[in-house]
Nanobody
Framework: QVQLVESGGGLVQDGGSLKLSCAAS?????????MGWYRQAPGKERELVAT???????NYADSVKGRFSISRDSAKNTVSLQMNSLKPEDTAVYFC??????????????WGQGTQVTVSS
């Protein structure tokens, strides 16, 4: 089992910045592989924002490239998302995600509870 706790959401003006953080706590022996951030705006499906692997390889949605930066501390099981030049269309609930492999080689995905990011125009 993995629990993810997000922090750092809030209200910011158009062009502003926010940093989201997510801390993972493990209650069983698992290997946390890819971690990332997804978001869901009202009336829309959840979409990928950015992911980062254990080795540091990153993947970004085209809409956030050049504005957002994901980073990870694998030793502490934390992942952060620095969001710059925010736009009203970035308004959404942001969810932290962790892709893990259990000792029995089973792959599982865990989600945080979500943190609201609101960008005012």
């Amino acid at each position: 089992q993995v629990q993810l706790v997000e922090s750092g959401g809030g209200l910011v003006q158009d062009g502003g910045s926010l940093k989201l953080s997510c801390a993972a706590s493990k209650t069983t022996v698992v290997s946390i592989n890819r971690m990332g951030w997804y978001r869901q705006a009202p009336g829309k499906e959840r979409e990928l924002v950015a992911t980062i692997t254990t080795g540091g390889s990153t993947n970004y949605a085209d809409s956030v490239k050049g504005r957002f930066s994901i980073s990870r501390d694998s030793a502490k099981n934390t992942v952060s998302l620095q969001m710059n030049s925010l736009k009203p269309e970035d308004t959404a609930v942001y969810f932290c995600n962790a892709a893990v492999v259990t000792v029995s080689a089973t792959s599982r995905s865990y989600w945080g509870q979500g943190t609201q990011v609101t960008v005012s125009s």
